[in-house]
């Protein structure tokens, strides 16, 4: 019978300061850790609201980034869409780059700068044509070093009943490989928003992957996120037997889109053991892991 541990430091409902945690977890057919004997380390998920400016959700992620630093925490976790949410179809594209890129290595530098691990969720990276981009996690370490990527297999294209069409795949190429990675923090497994609605993506990164902590980042309509986004995490890591942490966007992006919120961790047993609430309403830099404008 093995033995699951993960180690983290996490704030509740947007407390002013984070707290430790050693998780020890056993159950049927867990998984093994990768950092048994390893001492604790700060695990964060933030909630913010980007919006259709690069330069101002960078200062949002960097200001967050440094606060959470200045706490103690190793292993930081943004939402989908972290740096830039448009307000007009085609906007992202056209500002879609390579991981290479002069965005993406901002960010690059600032988990060096902070000697953090960085996940970014929902990056608008170059696609294979003039029409299309990626919608890619993109995982950096604490050197500054993209450490992995994984590109959205699942894509959004939903009728949502009484709320809006959408359609990613207009603008948007599914990715086709399926990741994860090992880090400090256990092996983790990459996905992206509606890819949680897919179970078999999670028992392929569990059983055959060996993940340990699943990282789903999102930016969940409203009607959606009321409906399911709880109850499916919770399902993703029970039936896996996983961590999962769930960074999520919040609030009004502008006129046409608005996201859930709830940014929320949960451990094999399907306990929620950290969440920031639909709308935290947080303009004290002293809740450092929420920015959210409502």
């Known amino acids: 019978m093995a033995l699951a541990s993960l180690a983290a430091s996490l704030p509740v409902a947007a407390t002013a300061a984070a707290v430790r945690f050693p998780f020890r977890f056993r159950i ?64 992202a594209m056209k500002l879609a780059e390579p991981l290479d890129g002069p965005i993406m290595q901002r960010y690059c530098s600032l988990a060096k700068e902070s000697s953090m691990w960085l996940s970014l969720g929902g990056f608008q990276e170059k696609g294979p044509d003039d029409s299309h981009q990626y919608n890619t996690h993109v995982l950096i370490d604490d050197t500054g070093k993209v450490r992995s990527s994984y590109r959205k297999i699942h894509l959004f294209d939903v009728d949502v009943p009484g709320n809006m069409v959408y359609k990613e795949s207009r603008f948007t190429a599914a990715g086709d490989t399926i990741v994860a990675v090992d880090s400090p923090f256990g092996r983790l497994g990459l996905t992206v928003c509606y890819d949680l609605r897919f179970p078999e993506l999670y028992q392929i990164l569990r059983f055959k992957h060996q993940a340990q902590v699943l990282l789903v980042p999102s930016a969940f ?64 830099a002293l809740h450092w892991i929420c920015s959210c404008r409502s």
């Open 28 to 91: 049927g057919r867990a998984m093994a850790s990768a950092a048994a004997g390893a001492s604790p380390a700060r695990v964060a998920v933030v909630q913010m609201t980007s919006v259709g400016d690069v330069d101002a959700n960078y200062a949002t992620c960097s200001r967050l980034t440094k606060e959470a630093a200045a706490s103690g925490v190793k292993f930081l976790c943004f939402p989908e869409v972290f740096s830039f949410i448009g307000s007009k179809d085609g906007e």
């Open 221 to 284: 309509t409203k009607i959606t996120g009321e409906a399911h986004w709880e109850i499916l995490l919770r399902a993703r890591a029970i039936e896996t037997q996983c961590y999962v942490i769930a960074a999520a966007q919040a609030g009004k992006h502008n006129e046409k889109r608005e996201s859930y919120g709830d940014s929320i961790i949960i451990d094999p047993w399907g306990t929620v053991i950290a969440r920031l609430p639909e709308k935290c309403g947080c303009r004290s």
